[in-house]
Antibody, heavy 115, light 112 residues
Framework: EVKLQQSGDELVRPGASVKMSCKASGYTFTDYAMHWVKQSPGQGLEWIGTIIPLIDTTSYNQKFKGKATLTADKSSNTAYMELSRLTSEDSAVYYC????????WGQGVMVTVSS | DVVMTQTPPSLSVAIGQSVSISCKSSQSLVYSDGKTYLHWLLQSSGRSPKRLIYQVSNLDSGVPDRFSGTGSQKDFTLKISRVEAKDLGVYYCAQTTHFPDTFGAGTKLELK
C-alpha cells in the first residue's frame, strides 16, 4: 500500500523557517517525483514544486522560488520541504503528493505563522 | 501559467439529483503526446484531495460510474448523476499538461 506520511503541524514565529517531511512507503521512492502543494485557509490548491529523488533535481513554481526548498533523502525514502522567512501569508496546509498523477497524497501539515 | 476557471463556485443539491461542474482552461490542454492531462479531484471536509478522474474521462479505481468526465481542448465538464451524501465536498479540476501544474478554484458541492 502506497503511503505518504507527513510530519506534524507547526506553529512558528514570523521570520523563522520551518522544515517538514514526507515519508514514502509502499513503492520505490526513486521511481516517482514528489510534488508539494499549498492550500491556504479556505482557498484552493497551488503547486509549489517538485523533486525527482533519483537525480535530486528540483523544479519550482516561480511564485515559490526563494520561499521553498525541496530536498530528498533516498536512504530514508523521505522528501523534505523547508519554508523560509515565514509571514502570515505562509499560514496554510502543505501537502506532498506522488507525481503529477496526484493519486497519492500525504495527510497535510498545517503551518501557522504567529507571534 | 494556465488559468483554470471553474463554475459554479458552489452548488446546492438534493440527494439523488444530478449536477455538472464546468472547467475551462486558458490554453489547450492537449500535450505533445496527444493526451489531455486534465484531472478531477474531490476534497471532502478535513481530508486530503482524492483523484476521481484522470485524463478527462478515465475513472480511478473504486470511483462509481455515477461520475463522468467529458471535454476537450479547453472546455471540460464533470457530471455526477444521482448525488449521494458521500459525494459532498469541494471538487477541483487540475491540469498537468503545462508547467506549472495548476488547479481550478474549486466547486463546493453541498446539500440543499
Amino acid at each position: 500500500e502506497v503511503k505518504l506520511q507527513q510530519s506534524g503541524d507547526e506553529l512558528v514565529r514570523p521570520g523563522a523557517s520551518v522544515k517538514m517531511s514526507c515519508k514514502a512507503s509502499g513503492y520505490t521512492f526513486t521511481d516517482y517525483a514528489m510534488h508539494w502543494v499549498k492550500q491556504s485557509p479556505g482557498q484552493g490548491l497551488e503547486w509549489i514544486g517538485t523533486i525527482i529523488p533519483l537525480i535530486d533535481t528540483t523544479s519550482y513554481n516561480q511564485k515559490f522560488k526563494g520561499k521553498a526548498t525541496l530536498t530528498a533523502d533516498k536512504s530514508s525514502n523521505t522528501a523534505y520541504m523547508e519554508l523560509s522567512r515565514l509571514t502570515s501569508e505562509d499560514s496554510a496546509v502543505y501537502y506532498c503528493a506522488r507525481s503529477s498523477s496526484y493519486i497519492y497524497w500525504g495527510q497535510g501539515v498545517m503551518v501557522t505563522v504567529s507571534s | 501559467d494556465v488559468v483554470m476557471t471553474q463554475t459554479p463556485p458552489s452548488l446546492s443539491v438534493a440527494i439523488g439529483q444530478s449536477v455538472s461542474i464546468s472547467c475551462k482552461s486558458s490554453q489547450s490542454l492537449v500535450y505533445s503526446d496527444g493526451k489531455t492531462y486534465l484531472h478531477w479531484l474531490l476534497q471532502s471536509s478535513g481530508r486530503s484531495p482524492k483523484r476521481l478522474i484522470y485524463q478527462v474521462s478515465n475513472l480511478d479505481s473504486g470511483v462509481p460510474d455515477r461520475f463522468s468526465g467529458t471535454g476537450s481542448q479547453k472546455d471540460f465538464t464533470l457530471k455526477i448523476s444521482r448525488v449521494e451524501a458521500k459525494d459532498l465536498g469541494v471538487y477541483y479540476c487540475a491540469q498537468t499538461t503545462h508547467f506549472p501544474d495548476t488547479f481550478g478554484a474549486g466547486t463546493k458541492l453541498e446539500l440543499k
